[in-house]
């Protein structure tokens, strides 16, 4: 069977290693040694200033929102994973899609403008497949309507603009370390700020608002993660390079099947940007012929994933938008797996039935 994608996991011993010290201290959570080492050892990596290790990328999203006290209208993309919109609606903002880029699949800058009004009160943008979004038109409209910015950074990790980090970018930038992506501490997330006061808000209302243990500091949440989530992370930060390098490579070798032949559209990476190729994303020509590939891939156990499908304007919880290009696009995308553990053989074989049903 070929997922998505498949989780990389570290050699079983040298996660044991970590347990061994976790069973010694006998201290699980509330940020422990591991939590703390692995924040100062991601901050390195990413060569950011502020980070704080969450239970997820979704709590990371409502706690940025929370902490810059968001409240009515949020401009956002309707092209995104459901946690974009979902955690907007869960802190009683609403979510107004301003439609997207057909080459990028980002949010469309020259018509967020047009949506912004009285009650708009942030712009959140998400950076999919972890290209980076059109930032300084985005952050030049932020800062004539005085309106905050949080990138949805879920599939960011690594990624660079300008030879900076792509997280130093906006007020929050928000991270996802789920099984499914390239980085993953099983489960967790983390939320990144060059400004050391928005930092500290978020720390609080991390751990239920506490300042120390009989005083708080504001309303907060349970969005601490463990020791054993923070081992992983560790464990796998040691492999990230090599991590990086194979996912760039079974990129390029998709593309060495598809990049020449007609009836395929792919994503157009920001230029400027040291993109991660965590995904690959296939744009085809309707979708028909997306849903007859992903049935015949299925069949041969294989399992591609519509991201992002439905577009997000479609859920019965947000008002319907018009949205045409979002639309369009979710209906016949297919991101084929990608994983640390595929073989080429693997992608080969992928890459031929794609290809066979469409009558190449």
């Not at 403008?113 to 930032?135: D, Y």
């Not at 994303?281 to 997306?290: G, T």
Request: glycine share 4%.
């Amino acid at each position: 069977m070929i997922p998505v994608t498949k989780p990389f996991l570290p050699p079983q011993e040298e996660y044991e290693y970590y347990l061994k010290g976790i069973w010694k201290r006998n201290w699980l959570t509330n940020n422990g040694p591991l939590v703390n080492d692995l924040e100062l050892k991601l901050k390195h990596y990413l060569k950011v200033n502020h980070l704080l290790f969450l239970a997820n990328g979704t709590l990371g999203l409502q706690i940025a929102i929370k902490a810059l006290k968001l409240k009515e209208e949020v401009i956002t993309t309707p092209f995104s994973y459901v946690a974009t919109s979902s955690s907007l609606v869960w802190e009683g903002c609403t979510p107004v899609f301003v439609d997207i880029n057909p080459e990028t699949f980002n949010i469309d800058p020259d018509k967020i403008e047009s949506a912004i009004t009285e009650k708009t009160t942030a712009i959140l943008a998400t950076h999919v497949f972890g290209n980076p979004c059109e930032i300084e038109k985005i952050e030049a409209i932020a800062k004539r309507n005085n309106l905050a910015v949080i990138y949805d950074a879920a599939h960011c990790f690594s990624v660079k603009y300008h030879n900076k980090s792509l997280l130093d970018y906006g007020d929050i930038s928000v991270l996802s370390f789920h099984a499914t992506k390239l980085y993953h501490t099983v489960e967790g997330g983390a939320v990144v700020t060059t400004d050391a006061e928005l930092l500290k808000k978020m720390a609080y209302l991390r751990n239920f608002g506490h300042e120390g243990t009989e005083a708080f500091n504001g309303i907060g949440i349970n969005g601490k993660n463990s020791e054993f989530h923070a081992a992983m992370g560790l464990c796998n930060l040691k492999y990230i390079d090599d991590i990086l390098a194979r996912y760039k490579s079974n990129y390029n070798y998709y593309m060495s099947w598809f990049a020449k032949r007609p009836g395929f559209a792919f994503q157009k990476i920001q230029a400027d940007a040291e993109y991660n190729f965590a995904y690959f994303p296939l744009l085809l020509e309707n979708e028909q012929k997306l849903k007859k590939v992903k049935s015949e891939l299925e069949k041969h156990q294989i399992f591609p994933r519509r991201y992002f499908y439905p577009s997000l304007d479609t859920l019965e919880y947000i008002r319907k938008q018009n949205v045409p290009i979002a639309k369009d696009i979710a209906s016949h995308i297919l991101c084929l797996p990608m994983s640390y553990h595929y073989a080429e053989e693997e992608l080969e074989m992928v890459s031929r039935i794609v290809l066979r049903m469409l009558r190449y």
